[in-house]
């Protein structure tokens, strides 16, 4: 290495410890902080979430037993020991099982009658089943139809039916979503949505009705 090339390198060098130098604090500033961050990403996974989930299925056990025993108010609020569904929700709402007492407190306040704090309840509800994921989708559906939102009812139930394409969940929906659209008006999806259910689903209980149906709305599309 000549001379030249020699000074060349002292000073890369020498810069290199100046840029350190000058900026040091906040380089060890963020090599602390993504410590930190590293270190309260593993406790929540490892330590606090695994806790949390424990804790919530302590209550949820005797919540959906209380459900089972169909003793609503019980499993909704819970018996004075025991948390209810909407504590659960509430507290461990970012848990799986906080997710499955949302399911449940929708499901029972909307045969309350309570609509729109089922709706609240369902739509907080993160189901990672498909077929759990269209039932919580079509619950929320028949809240908008029991407050007469009529056409988001139809679309509501439509997205249900996509959810998961089998016999089941999804006939079941897309007949919800014809009766929906006919009280909105919306004759032309509603004739869609029993179309389908004939042409997709014809083995299903729903598409012996179908043919009725679709007559009676292109009876109503004449008028």
Known sequence: MNTEEQTTENKGIESLIQFFEKHKKNAITAGIAMIVLAGAIYYYNDVYAPEKEMEAADSFFMAERYFGLDSMDKALMGDGVHLGMIDIADEFGSTKVGNQASYYAGRILLDQGKFEDALDYLNAASMDD?????????????????????????????????????????????????????????????????????????????AELVKALVARVKAKQAK
């Open 130 to 206: 498909e077929i759990m994921a269209a039932q919580v989708i079509t619950l929320r559906g028949d809240c908008y139809s029991e407050m007469e939102d009529y056409e988001k009812a139809g679309k509501t139930y439509m997205n249900a039916a996509s959810k998961r394409d089998n016999e089941l969940t999804a006939p079941y929906a897309l007949m919800k979503a014809g009766a929906a659209f006919e009280e909105a008006g919306s004759y032309n999806a509603a004739a869609d949505a029993y179309g389908e259910i004939e042409e997709s689903y014809p083995n299903s209980r729903q």
